[in-house]
């Protein structure tokens, strides 16, 4: 494959039928710089591999299988193949996403069902070596809940952040070889906001989207940069949260200046202008996502790629390299509940 066509090259994840999806596996599509989109076919079966990611040096791609409780490397071959290269290594109930260090020391993998944050050693081949749980959450809030955590973040400054959408809480790690993540603190957000993804920002502030409250928390470092804490709390739509929205993702458009928030339920993307030193948000205007249950979304190449996982189909918009606005919707490809877009490196 040329280093152009793996340019335009996006893994997608997806729902099979042990989650009551129809999906198959991890797919493969390709984006031509007009914004069109081409499905290129499964690049390998797997049971619900809802969220991927990419080793940053190695011809690896890693997934989750949500039900099955298990994450697995999987290996390219050929244009837009992958083959498993050994067996799943277990995880935790609904294990809903998975992130790797940009040095391939390890990666972890988020639980949503138990809560679990689970760290996996790996080798100089890219290939799971050892397993560590980290330490279980506890709700700050003292109200029962139980734990959900949902996705990580690796920091700039090689620690990593951990969302639990069930206790609103962020938790941040440091990795220790032959021990896994050891928990450096924690920012509560308010009660009931559900952190769910999170990005950060050129300026070192995170950006969380929580999935309940709709709205985007920001957390920088303090001046000694050793903690996070919480410094502005916004709202992730122009025309806020309605009944039956949840948000599902956030994405930084080119150069930092704008965000993007996909909210289900309303089926819109909310269009954010970010300060210049990453303090606030603010939502300049909703569009339509353009189907029915925008569970995540890609931005890049000037695109703004949108899987819809319950209408069965990925779009794309033009962006305005000034405004960050997205022009009119350009490509739609059909594809079966789509829940991930991951670029191939």
Known sequence: MTSTSMQGLIWTGSYTADAGGSGLGIGAVSVAPDGTLRWLGVATEAPSPSFLAVHPSLPLVYAVGEQAQTVRAYRRSGAFGLEATRPAWPAGEAACHVAVDPSGRFLVVACWGDGQVLLYELDDDGELTARFPAAPARDPHDAGRSSRAHASLMLADGRVMTTDLGHDLLRVWNFHPGRGLVLDHEVVLPYGSGPRHLVQHASGSVFVVTEYSIEVAVVQPSADERTFRLTALGPA????????????????????????????????????????????LAPLADIPSGGDWPRHHLVRNGWLHVAHERSGEVVSYPLDPASGMPGELTGRLQLASPTALVPAR
Request: glycine share 24%; proline share 5%; no cysteine.
């Open 237 to 280: 739509t122009k025309g806020g949260g309605l009944p039956g929205d949840s948000a599902a993702e956030i994405a930084l458009g080119p150069g930092g200046r704008h965000a993007y928030v996909g909210v289900r339920g309303t089926n819109r993307i909310s269009v954010l202008d970010i300060a210049g030193d990453g303090a606030s």
